[in-house]
């Protein structure tokens, strides 16, 4: 996998082949690209928690302390808009048949912003609870 700081920039800026550009543009849930954002994002908190943070994550950095403005944007857009655009009444048809996958989906987005801002895993092994979907 590509360090997480540029998937998520590519996943947070909706760039071509995206999850975000496919939920909103195609109107398509594209699972590998939902798994490939969330272990991105999954990798950024253990990194957080490591104080391992790559430069390309700090930088261009005017902030004076903590994460970036670009990444807490990320995961605070993801957390809330993913649930908010797919639980609208034209999405039924597609989430329907695959409800349980869709709420286990938001569920890690929402455990995934919650430990990025709290600073506090909601797992006491992320290995098991961020377990593969």
């Known amino acids: 996998m590509d360090d997480y700081s540029s998937v998520l920039q590519h996943e947070f800026e909706a760039r071509e082949g ?4 496919r939920l909103r543009g ?6 590998a690209a939902f798994t490939r954002l969330t272990e991105a994002m999954l990798a ?12 390309a994550v700090l930088e261009p ?6 994460a970036p403005r670009w990444l807490a944007e990320g995961f605070w857009y993801v957390d809330t808009f993913v649930r908010d ?17 869709c709420d286990a989906a938001y569920e890690r987005l929402h455990f995934l912003a919650y430990w990025f801002f709290s600073g ?4 006491k092994d992320p290995a098991v609870g961020f377990a593969p979907m």
Do not use: I
């Not at 195609?26 to 699972?31: A, C, S, V």
């Not at 950024?44 to 430069?55: H, I, K, V």
């Open 18 to 21: 995206s999850f975000l550009l």
């Open 26 to 31: 195609e109107l398509r849930w594209d699972k």
């Open 44 to 55: 950024c908190c253990q990194a957080y928690d490591e104080g391992n943070l790559p430069a």
């Open 61 to 66: 950095s005017r902030e004076p302390q903590g």
């Open 85 to 101: 655009w797919t639980t609208h009444p034209a999405w039924t048809s597609r989430t329907a048949p695959e409800q349980e996958y």
């Open 120 to 123: 506090q895993c909601p797992f």
